[in-house]
Nanobody, 122 residues
Framework: QVPMVESGGGLVQAGGSLRLSCAAS?????MGWFRQPPGKEREHVAN????????YYADSVKGRFPISRDNAKNTVYLQMSSLKPEDTAVYYC??????????????????WGQGTQVTVSS
């Protein structure tokens, strides 16, 4: 398994911005961000293919949460802007080592970070 280290998150007012970072210590095929709102299931936010940089977003964050990666640092970023109270959740990064798979599905990821809380106040 590839250990994951997340950083970022916190409390922000609606309309504000936050950046999440997640560093992996080994080879990855793709990395993704998921979130789990209070009392709800974990859901896909965004993912990025490591070699091509191809991205895919949930409709709820498209245009607001660009995902990017730094290959040299083996780090993925989620720049969150125009935050809304409904974005409040624990955010998790995840990595997939093997090529292929539906990257919007949490079941296709091998290793997960510990999660970081994002709270958006109205």
């Amino acid at each position: 398994q590839v250990p994951m280290v997340e950083s970022g998150g916190g409390l922000v007012q609606a309309g504000g911005s936050l950046r999440l970072s997640c560093a992996a210590s080994g080879r990855t095929y793709a990395m993704g961000w998921f979130r789990q709102p209070p009392g709800k299931e974990r859901e896909h936010v965004a993912n990025i293919a490591w070699s091509t940089g191809g991205t895919y977003y949930a409709d709820s964050v498209k245009g607001r949460f660009p995902i990017s990666r730094d290959n040299a640092k083996n780090t993925v970023y989620l720049q969150m802007s125009s935050l809304k109270p409904e974005d409040t959740a624990v955010y998790y990064c995840a990595t997939r080592v093997r090529p292929g798979g539906i990257l919007s599905s949490l079941y296709n990821y091998d290793t997960w970070g510990q999660g970081t809380q994002v709270t958006v106040s109205s």
